[in-house]
């Protein structure tokens, strides 16, 4: 059974930084890809970032290229997304979830294992 447990999200201001944590269990991690989620309210899930098994291949949505960092360390079963330069706009509930395709994370398709997300607010 895997798990995914997402931590680190909270209230901050437009501008300021955040890092999210997803810890994993239960799969051999170092051998799948990660990604990050995101659902505002009333919007659908889309994908933010995702990450290679090795790290070695990152994909970012255009909307967070600059502003964001995927990372994992695979000797912690744990995936990270340093969020900087927030904006209103990035308020949301973010997920982690992982696949051993990294197309499949990037198109957010037929994606089985999911976290139950962590909530980021940015205000204005």
């Known amino acids: 059974q895997v798990q995914l447990v997402e931590s680190g999200g909270g209230l901050v201001q437009a501008g300021g930084s955040l890092r999210l944590s997803c810890a994993a269990s239960?799969?051999?991690?170092?051998?799948?890809?990660m990604g990050w989620f995101r659902q505002a309210p009333g919007k659908e899930r889309d994908t933010v970032a995702a990450i290679s098994w090795n790290g070695g291949i990152t994909y970012y949505t255009d909307s967070v290229k600059g502003r964001f960092t995927i990372s994992r360390d695979n000797a912690k079963n744990t995936v990270y997304l340093q969020m900087n330069s927030l904006k209103p706009e990035d308020t949301a509930v973010y997920y982690c979830?992982?696949?051993?395709?990294?197309?499949?994370?990037?198109?957010?398709?037929?994606?089985?294992?999911w976290g139950k997300g962590t909530l980021v607010t940015v205000s204005s």
């Open positions: 239960g799969r051999t991690f170092s051998t799948y890809a």
């Open positions: 979830a992982t696949d051993s395709s990294m197309a499949k994370l990037r198109a957010n398709y037929a994606i089985y294992y």
